[in-house]
C-alpha cells in the first residue's frame, strides 16, 4: 500500500503561483512515476504531468506545458507541481498519482481556485 498526502492548494488569484506537493508513504521502494491529475468542473480528469522515478524523463500534457514544472525529492519521496501564471481556467482539483508498476495509487485531492 502507498499513501499519497497532497498540500498546497487554495484560492489565488490569476497570475498567480502556486505550488502543489504530494508526499508518498508506505511500499514506496516500486515507485515507477509519480504524476499530477486534474479535473475541472464539469470535466473528465486528465494527466497533467508525470515525472519518472529512476530517470529524469518527464511528460507534460499540452495543456501544462510552459507554465507549469513537475519535479520530485526522491529521498522525502515527494513530487511537486510548480504552476506560475495562474488563470482561471487552471481551477480543478488536482489529484496526485503514484504508478508503481503493478499497482497505482491516488491522493485525496486538492482543490485549486482561480479568481479572475
Known amino acids: 500500500q502507498v499513501q499519497l498526502e497532497e498540500s498546497g492548494g487554495g484560492l489565488v488569484q490569476a497570475g498567480g503561483s502556486l505550488r502543489l506537493s504530494c508526499a508518498a508513504s508506505?511500499?514506496?521502494?516500486?515507485?515507477?512515476?509519480m504524476g499530477w491529475f486534474r479535473q475541472a468542473p464539469g470535466k473528465e480528469r486528465e494527466l497533467g504531468a508525470r515525472i519518472s522515478w529512476t530517470y529524469t524523463t518527464t511528460y507534460y500534457a499540452d495543456s501544462m506545458k510552459g507554465r507549469f514544472t513537475i519535479s520530485r525529492d526522491n529521498a522525502q519521496n515527494t513530487v511537486y507541481l510548480q504552476i506560475n501564471s495562474l488563470t482561471p481556467e487552471d481551477t480543478a482539483v488536482y489529484y496526485c498519482?503514484?504508478?508503481?508498476?503493478?499497482?497505482?495509487?491516488w491522493g485525496q485531492g486538492t482543490q485549486v481556485t482561480v479568481s479572475s
Open positions: 498519482h503514484h504508478n508503481g508498476g503493478t499497482q497505482t495509487y
Open positions: 508506505g511500499r514506496t521502494f516500486s515507485t515507477y512515476s
